[in-house]
């Protein structure tokens, strides 16, 4: 059914807000604006960066390699990459050798056997990147937000404390200057950089993981749809990493239940029926995920279904009455122009965008516009209802129809990897993944190879509340099938 003629002028408004946004910020490039490196990272020559995580903590373990090798050889390629993609905006290189040279020395002492040291310390050293967002002791705590570039963490986060404790972001990783990262997930914050850069991304089912310690924290409301959730290069990190990071929260899932691949029922949807908001769907992607149906049905020999869910054409509505919730207490979310003057004075976004016009504002065009247009996202207390009615009919849909033994296949993002200020010109492409935060479903994000420019395509994989194992069995299974990530230089 054609949504109201109000609905559909709304929709069509919002479009030509996020294209005028878009024309605004592509006109940097005109006048001066950023230039960014078109170099490609280099090949990856030496061996300790190509292994999982898992075996490198096997072989530290063994004493078979020396953590400070490891950690010097990731050391190198940060020096040699990071400039050109400047994934990691604070180094602890100093930190990271002594740490380095503690957990040689203790496994030199040779205090634990192999087993118990698996079983204390599952990632003992193994390199590990976190997101700035979360609190790291002494390192920065900004989140890109120009008032907070003071801001110095005095505590861990509790997911960073645990997987400290276990020994141990898109680009980084993909760049082989990481092999584990943490990231954080309310919109696709996990499952988009990992998508672009062709690793893999885990959005955790609400509840299990912590988010504590980390900035912004969401309201009240958002919360339960706000994830921290693993990202790595290799799918068999997935699951140790999970439960690392989830402590006390693994209790909810079922990591141990064996998952026969075969029986599972698999379903798959390839756009989102055609929102006037969003991308069309890039025919790369479309082919992609043609190519695993096939797979599924012919090699695996699974019941594969076609599915047409038609309140999918409303994610970005879904996932902004989500945010639109309020607390119990009534309280508004807190808002992205309250964001922005954190740890200063408040900001007027309209004065903001003269000055950025004259080159005056420390403010990109992005966050000013964001600023200045979020009041006209939110919806009334009648569409707020209206779109409400529709989150939980989709939700209860797809709960039903997926199970406990039931997967979803969708397209992670509607276009490949766009270039720089390209995506100002489609906001809201965002809810390909934004969807499923308001759906509250746990998400895993899965590499499928390169298209015929070199660019990463991928597949979300959706599973019902608490079916994490199902995601992250079919997550190793697609790595065995389609080659995961590509090593860069192979291209």
Not at 264 to 275: A, P, Q, R
Request: one cysteine or more; hydrophobic letters at 40%; aromatic letters at 8%.
């Amino acid at each position: 059914m054609a949504p109201p003629f109000s609905t559909r002028v709304q929709l069509l408004l919002l479009r030509a807000v996020g294209f005028l946004i878009g024309l605004i910020g592509q006109a940097a490039r005109a006048f001066g604006g950023p230039k960014f490196d078109s170099r490609t990272t280099g090949p990856v020559n030496e061996p300790l960066l190509l292994l999982s995580a898992i075996q490198l903590a096997k072989l530290i373990r063994q004493r078979k390699v020396k953590c400070i090798d490891v950690v010097q050889a990731y050391i190198n390629r940060i020096k040699d990459v990071n400039p050109m993609i400047n994934g990691i905006v604070k180094y602890r290189f100093e930190a990271a050798k002594k740490e380095a040279h503690a957990v040689d020395q203790r496994l030199s002492e040779k205090l634990e056997d192999e087993s118990t040291l698996e079983k204390k310390w599952p990632f003992l050293g193994v390199p590990l990147t976190v997101k700035e967002a979360f609190q790291l002791q002494g390192m920065p705590n900004s989140s890109g937000l120009v008032n907070r570039r003071d801001a110095i963490s005095k505590t861990d986060a509790t997911v960073v404390a645990l997987l400290k404790k276990a020994g141990g972001e898109g680009c980084t990783l993909a760049a082989a200057c990481s092999v584990i990262g943490v990231g954080s997930d309310i919109g696709g914050s996990i499952r988009m950089p990992a998508f672009f850069n062709g690793i893999f991304g885990h959005k955790p089912s609400p509840g299990v993981v912590s988010n504590q310690g980390q900035f912004p924290m969401a309201g009240e409301a958002q919360e339960p749809f706000q994830c921290t959730g693993p990202m790595c290069r290799y799918a068999e990190d997935l699951i140790p990493m999970l439960r690392v990071m989830a402590g006390p929260g693994i209790k909810r899932l079922k990591l141990d239940a064996k998952v026969h691949l075969q029986h599972l029922k698999f379903y798959w949807m390839e756009h989102d029926g055609g929102s006037l908001l969003m991308s069309k769907v890039d025919q790369d992607l479309i082919l992609a995920q043609r190519k695993v149906v096939a797979h599924l049905e012919n090699i695996l020999g699974a019941s594969v279904q076609h599915v047409k869910l038609k309140e999918m054409k409303y994610s970005f509505q879904l996932w902004i009455t989500m945010m639109s919730t309020k607390g119990h207490d009534g309280k508004e979310p807190v808002k992205f122009v309250d964001l922005l003057g954190d740890h200063g004075k408040p900001i007027n976004p309209l004065w903001e965008l003269i000055k950025w016009c004259l080159g005056l504002s420390v403010y990109t065009i992005p966050s000013i516009g964001l600023a200045l247009f979020e009041e006209k996202l939110k919806y009334n207390q009648e569409k707020y209802k209206k779109f409400k009615a529709v989150e939980e009919s989709l939700h209860k849909k797809l709960v039903e129809m997926l199970g406990d033994d039931g997967v979803f296949l969708y397209p992670s993002h509607p276009t490949v990897a766009p270039k720089h200020h390209v995506p100002l010109t489609r906001p809201f492409n965002f809810a390909y993944t934004g969807v499923f935060n308001a759906l509250g479903l746990p998400v895993t994000q899965c590499p499928l190879g390169l298209n015929a420019k070199g660019l990463p395509v991928g597949i979300q994989v959706v599973a019902g509340p608490f079916n994490d194992h199902l995601t992250l069995a079919v997550a190793q299974y697609l790595e065995k099938s389609f080659g995961g990530w590509v090593c860069p230089g192979k291209v």
